[in-house]
């Protein structure tokens, strides 16, 4: 059996009880050693085989894995945050198929919840945002002409924005050109939770910026959004109903007399 594993967005006790017992078992683990913390291998017994797959090809990946079935051992395959936002398991799970090698998948905490976090927010507050738009710009990788930056910018949704801290300008100037206000308050989050964290407050004109001003090119995370105004205290927005006294749940009646 391969486990594909989400090793969280940084911090080593952010991976699941589930994640950690499985690396704690596995005879083989292969990480994303670019983006994956390393004091999470520390979890894995001293016999464990190590491979780093930011130096592999997915045949080579698909090799390790194929010798650890046939071999009878437990091999996990160890992936930055949740393994299901661009993680590029896909095709590793196809060859798997192709092979007839059972595979189960672990989730973990992406990044935008780790960044979140990091500064107290709430990316659905009523009144401001019911929505989380996760996306990226592109790069080596396409995105369709529908998932543009500038067409999801007309929402007005908080957005949480991957791989895309080296094009700020052009993040920026999609953005306002997608229908965003210039002064629509945004963040950069550089390597969520990890020890060496680095948080800036901005808005979505400024992000350039202090992206230059900070040297942030990689590993970092933009957020954007009115429902960013909480990390400065600014937030406006409305009280949620499901705790108001004359709200009715399955659990709890309205309060006699409540307004």
């Known amino acids: 059996m391969i486990y594909f594993v989400g090793a969280g967005c940084g911090a080593e006790d952010l991976i699941t009880v589930r994640g950690m017992r499985l690396l704690e078992k596995a005879d083989v683990i292969i990480y994303a ?3 994956v913390n390393p004091k999470l291998l520390e979890y894995a017994h001293k016999n464990c085989q190590i491979h780093n797959s930011a130096t592999m090809t997915l045949e080579e990946v698909i090799s390790v894995m194929k010798d650890a079935e046939e071999s009878g051992r437990n091999c996990i395959r160890l992936h930055t945050g949740d393994q299901s936002v661009y993680g590029a398991v896909r095709e590793q799970m196809d060859e798997l ?3 007839g090698i059972k595979y189960e998948s672990v989730p973990g905490v992406s990044a935008c919840f780790g960044a979140a976090a990091s500064l107290n927010l709430e990316y659905t507050l009523p009144g401001v945002s019911q929505s989380l ?7 080596k ?12 910018a007309k929402h ?10 080296g094009m700020t300008e052009q993040l920026s100037r999609r953005l306002i050109e997608g229908g965003y206000e210039p002064k629509t308050p945004a963040a950069i989050v550089y390597k969520a939770t990890w020890p060496d964290e680095k948080k800036y407050l901005c808005t979505i004109e400024t992000l350039a910026k ?15 959004g009115d429902a960013i ?5 600014k937030a406006d927005y409305q009280k949620s109903r499901l705790y108001a006294a004359d709200f009715e749940t399955e659990f709890r009646k309205p309060k006699a007399g409540a307004k």
């Open 33 to 35: 050693g670019s983006l």
């Open 156 to 165: 007005h949704a908080s957005m949480a924005i991957y791989l895309s801290s």
């Open 210 to 224: 202090v992206a230059a001003e900070h040297k942030i090119t990689k590993t970092a995370l933009i957020l954007v």
């Open 133 to 139: 738009i996760i996306t990226r710009m592109e790069g």
């Open 229 to 233: 105004a909480q990390a400065n205290g």
């Open 97 to 99: 198929d192709r092979l």
């Open 141 to 152: 990788t396409s995105v369709p002409e529908s998932e543009s930056i500038q067409s999801f």
